[in-house]
């Protein structure tokens, strides 16, 4: 029997940036509104704010927010730290060793290859 892995539709790869980083070690903020944040390579550091947010990892180890509203965090690759907050939010590690908090609401917690951890409130520890 072989087991592969498939993960989420790369939703990074079709949406349209409304804020974008470099390959360098970022600091990137977004609007109450709904954004778009892609950081590329570095080790970054987004928040996404308000809003129902789309946030990219991309390359290096990240620390990604999406705020308050339903939003969507993909870590990309490398080790990463994913922090849905208020809000239904999917949270997608991408290849590496990843920690995925939910933050209340109802959430989609998948690590994706790698040792992961994930926590959810309503449901407690699991990646899923």
Known sequence: MTITYEPAPPTCATATPTITGTNANNVLVGTPGNDVIFALGGNDVVDGRGGNDIVCGGD???????????????????????????????LLGGPGNDA????TG???????????????????????
């Open 106 to 128: 109802t959430n989609t917690n998948d690590g994706g290859p790698g040792t992961n951890a994930c926590f959810n409130p309503s449901t407690g520890p699991g990646c899923f």
């Open 100 to 103: 995925l908090f939910g933050g």
């Open 60 to 90: 290096g180890n990240d620390v990604l927010s999406g705020g308050d509203g339903n939003d969507r965090i993909e870590g990309g690759n490398g080790t990463d730290n994913l922090n849905g907050n208020n809000g239904n939010d999917a």
